[in-house]
């Protein structure tokens, strides 16, 4: 913020909930998606979800596995980001 680097605990959290965690198949491949919401505004909101597909393309997923972005929006403002990862 400002140039400076600033910890996501100082103005966020992360918080996990149980949910029906289904899992697709389409075209020969499994979609799991995950969706999140994004308090701020939407164009940082795409850039950190745009950073972290590519850091989870990168870095964290094994091979045969891949992170996309798509936008859904429950109304009002710019679409909320979601990532599907398979």
Do not use: C, H
Request: proline letters at 5%; aromatic letters at 12%.
């Amino acid at each position: 913020m400002n140039g400076q680097n600033a910890r996501f605990s100082e103005f966020g959290d992360i918080a996990k909930r149980r949910t029906g965690n289904d899992i697709y198949k389409d075209n020969q491949q499994y979609r799991l998606i995950v969706a999140y919401d994004f308090v701020g505004p939407y164009e940082l909101a795409e850039k950190t979800t745009r950073t972290e597909v590519e850091r989870l393309n990168e870095e964290v997923l094994p091979i045969g596995f891949k992170a996309e972005t798509d936008s859904y929006n429950w109304g009002g403002g710019g679409p909320a980001p979601i990532a599907s990862i398979g």
